[in-house]
């Protein structure tokens, strides 16, 4: 993947390119991005402008015998590492398996879309209802390969998808080889919570934020991919900025429209103080079959909030409220108290966190409904 095929995150690659033409890499780097934000891809086109032998004007050939290795994700110095666990494509003990054994259905899925989020690696692996680790075999596997000569002349670099899902002693295995690296040795570690990655291994990197694109640079990678401009639109508006979000709602059939019914019948419920039907509301939202889909309806929540906050600002040309949209926040700015979006918005960030901790869903989302209630 090169630079050029990589919409938006400009300040980001101008970095990266900089830090290759200079010979000034760090050993180390965290880069944290939302779910599905764009990360992946990144780290993709940096480590192909790293090795390209012929790289010009600020990106990689795209020619070179590296870059069509890169662009089959074949380079010969290059691991991913990823959460792993037993499933229907791979059997076997935890303790014993590595990411060697689900390297064919890793490229499978970063070939295809390199914007996925958690659920579509889960998918992709054969192990949906289970969680990944990586784990002392892993980090085995790694030192095994560091220990080894580099077959190329360049750099070494070893990406880490989900460093939080490392045990800690695999961590505690691989921080010296973190800390004090061999020459031309990078790791590149991709998180969506970095608080959870162990602080011994995050002190050592250099931490990148990855931001949420915009709605308008969703739309335009979605468009890339051949989606239709008025259906990117409408999965862009509610993916709170992450490609990857907006790409698995639209797989799912109805995703999008159900997800805007759902929270257009909430917010009915509220405005009207139809207590019932906000609670009907909301077993709706806790019936969704994926923690995934519970997550896309909550960022949906909050962005309509917000755009219900600058209708009631008198800044509706900015809002990008769409036609669909249009008369239930209108109506809402009108009859909302002027906190309620302020007081909504926090409500939603809150349930969005104790999601991620596994909190019983329907007594989260019967607290949040109630949350929202009261503060209309």
């Known amino acids: 993947m090169r630079f050029a095929d990589i919409i938006a995150m400009g300040d980001l690659k101008k970095a990266l390119v900089g830090m290759a033409d200079s ?38 050939c795209g020619q070179c015998i590296s870059c069509r290795q890169h ?4 380079y010969p110095d290059i691991r991913f590492t990823f959460p792993v666990t037993s499933g229907t494509k791979v059997s076997g003990a935890v303790k ?17 879309n390199p914007y996925f989020v ?40 070893i990406v880490m998808y989900l460093p939080e899902r490392m045990n800690p002693q695999t961590a505690n295995m691989l921080l010296k080889a ?63 900025g992450s490609v990857g979000v907006a790409l698995r709602n639209l797989s799912e059939s109805s995703g999008s429209t159900q997800v805007q019914s759902i929270f257009h019948d909430l917010l009915e419920a509220i405005v009207e103080r139809d207590y019932l039907a906000a609670l009907e509301a909301g077993e709706a939202v806790s019936a969704l079959d994926s923690r995934e889909k519970q997550k896309v309806f909550l960022t949906f929540a909050g962005e309509s909030l917000r755009k219900i906050f600058m209708l009631q600002q008198g800044m509706e040309s900015v809002a990008g409220v769409m036609p669909s949209e249009g008369d239930i926040l209108r ?32 007594v989260l989302l019967a607290n949040l409904v109630n949350r929202l209630f009261v503060s209309v």
């Open 23 to 60: 010979g000034r890499v760090p050993h180390a780097m965290l880069l944290h991005e939302n779910d599905g934000g764009g990360a992946l891809p990144l780290v993709l086109a940096f480590l192909e402008y790293l090795h390209c032998k012929e790289r010009h004007d600020g990106d990689s």
């Open 71 to 74: 662009s089959k994700l074949i």
């Open 96 to 112: 014993d398996l590595t990411c060697d054994a689900f390297q064919t259905y890793w490229r499978e899925l970063v070939l295809d």
């Open 118 to 157: 958690e659920n579509d690696l889960s998918a992709a692996m054969g192990f949906e209802k289970k969680q990944g680790v990586i784990a002392v075999a892993e980090g085995k596997a790694i030192l095994q390969k560091l220990s080894l000569a580099g077959i190329s002349d360049g750099y070494r670099a």
């Open 178 to 240: 973190i800390e004090e690296p061999a020459d031309k040795t990078l790791f590149i570690l991709i998180t969506h919570a970095p608080e959870e990655v162990l602080q011994t291994i995050a002190s050592r990197c250099q931490m990148m934020r990855v931001p949420p694109l915009s709605r308008e640079e969703v739309s335009l990678v979605l468009r890339s991919r051949g989606i239709d401009a008025e259906q990117a639109d409408l999965a862009a508006s509610f993916a709170g």
């Open 331 to 362: 109506d809402a700015a009108r009859r909302c108290s002027p906190t309620f979006c302020r007081r909504g918005i926090a409500a939603i960030d809150r349930a969005a966190l104790l999601l991620d901790r596994n909190v019983a869903q329907k």
